[in-house]
Structures are given as structure tokens and as C-alpha cells.
């Protein structure tokens, strides 16, 4: 059973980065694309960005300028980093192995809280 | 920008049936989207029920299915149960690999 497990800092300071780690057990990272997605508190999902099994990515357009999605320093990790953070990038950050039009997302993490505050 | 819309809350009673949809700001909902339905129960991860507009995910049972209505996507649940009570979100494919989420419906079960 595919099981994907988030990690990285809780707390980020307003205009620093931040930086998480998607663990992916049970099954390799190759041959799929994944996806980061956020939720604000109180609100609806955000995709981010993909990463795809050749290593090529895509982002949305309104974060674009602040995101790098990429494979993580080990085997089976992917990361992500959003850059000059303010409040509204609070969120819970998911990652999820991302089918697209033939499956949606089919795993997710459980998800992480990041905050920034000062 | 193109904005996905749906119904922020809907309620039904056990029993019932249920049809959310899912729209454009600008322009219609097609099988060339891709509409795919996601829920998310309280404190929980989302999990994907249907996807290419019509497909279920594994597991999904048949009282939810997709279609289009219309110029909009639905989702449509039949024999409503009180744990069907969740967020659903739409998300559709913009060419470019984009995938964009609908804003979600909150779904009370009375």
C-alpha cells in the first residue's frame, strides 16, 4: 500500500522559505507525477504544482514565481520550497501521487500545518 | 482568470439524492476537462471519487457518480448516508497540465 508521509518546519517567518518533504513508502516515485496542494485554515484546496516522473514540472500560475517542486535528496522523496512566505501561505501543504484525468489523486499524505508568523 | 465555481453548502436528508455541480466563471464545464470529484471529511485528507468525469475511484460505491449537466460537471449521490456529510471539491484539467480546485460545496446531511 502506497503511503505518502509530509515533513518539514512548522513555523516559517514572513518573506523566508518554505521547505517540506514528501516520503513516498510502499511504492516508487518513479513512473507517476505528484502534487503538492495546500488548504488555508477554514478554506478550500489549492493545487500548487506537479512534478512528473521525467523530472519536469508545472506550476500554478499564481505561485509560480515562488515555487520549486522537485525530487528530494533521497531515494523516494520529493520536496517542495515556496519562497518569500507571508501569512497567507499558511496553510495545511498535502502531497499526492497525481493520476491527472486517469485517476485524480489517488494517494494522499495526511498533510502538514505550516504557519508564519513572526 | 477562470474561476471554478460550485455551491458552497447544500443540505439533504438520509435517504435523499443529491446533485452538486461544478461551472466556469467563464465558459462551460466538458468531458475535455476532465471533472474530477474529490471529497474531504473534517480533520481529514481528501480522497478522489471520481475522475474523467464519470469514473469511479476504487472503492467508491455506486450511489456516487459523475456527469455533466448541462454547461457544469455533477456529482451526483444517491441513498444518502449521514457519513456523506463532507467537503466536495471539483477539480478540473486547463490544458497545460493546470489543475485548478473549485472553491467546494459543504455537504450537511440533516
Known amino acids: 500500500q502506497v503511503q505518502l508521509q509530509e515533513s518539514g518546519p512548522g513555523l516559517v517567518k514572513p518573506s523566508g522559505t518554505l521547505s517540506l518533504t514528501c516520503t513516498v513508502s510502499g511504492g516508487s516515485i518513479s513512473g507517476y507525477y505528484w502534487s503538492w496542494i495546500r488548504q488555508s485554515p477554514g478554506k478550500g484546496l489549492e493545487w500548487i504544482g506537479f512534478l512528473t516522473d521525467s523530472g519536469s514540472t508545472d506550476y500554478n500560475p499564481s505561485l509560480k514565481s515562488r515555487v520549486t517542486i522537485s525530487v528530494g535528496t533521497s531515494k523516494n522523496q520529493l520536496s517542495l520550497r515556496l519562497s518569500s512566505v507571508t501569512t497567507a501561505d499558511t496553510a495545511v501543504y498535502y502531497c499526492?501521487?497525481?493520476?491527472?484525468?486517469?485517476?485524480?489523486?489517488?494517494?494522499w499524505g495526511q498533510g502538514t500545518l505550516v504557519t508564519v508568523s513572526s | 482568470q477562470t474561476v471554478v465555481t460550485q455551491e458552497p453548502s447544500f443540505s439533504v436528508s438520509p435517504g435523499g439524492t443529491v446533485t452538486l455541480t461544478c461551472g466556469l466563471s467563464?465558459?462551460?464545464?466538458?468531458?475535455?476537462?476532465?471533472p474530477t470529484w474529490c471529497q474531504q471529511t473534517p480533520g481529514q485528507a481528501p480522497r478522489t471519487l471520481i475522475y474523467?468525469?464519470?469514473t469511479r475511484s476504487s472503492g467508491v460505491p455506486d450511489r456516487f457518480s459523475g456527469s455533466i449537466l448541462g454547461n457544469k460537471a455533477a456529482l451526483t449521490i444517491t441513498g444518502i448516508q449521514a457519513d456523506d456529510e463532507s467537503d466536495y471539491y471539483c477539480v478540473l484539467y486547463m490544458g497545460g497540465g493546470i489543475r485548478v480546485f473549485g472553491g467546494g460545496t459543504k455537504l450537511t446531511v440533516l
Open positions: 467563464s465558459g462551460s464545464v466538458s468531458t475535455t476537462y476532465y
Open positions: 474523467s468525469t464519470n
Open positions: 499526492a501521487r497525481d493520476q491527472g484525468r486517469w485517476g485524480g489523486f489517488d494517494y
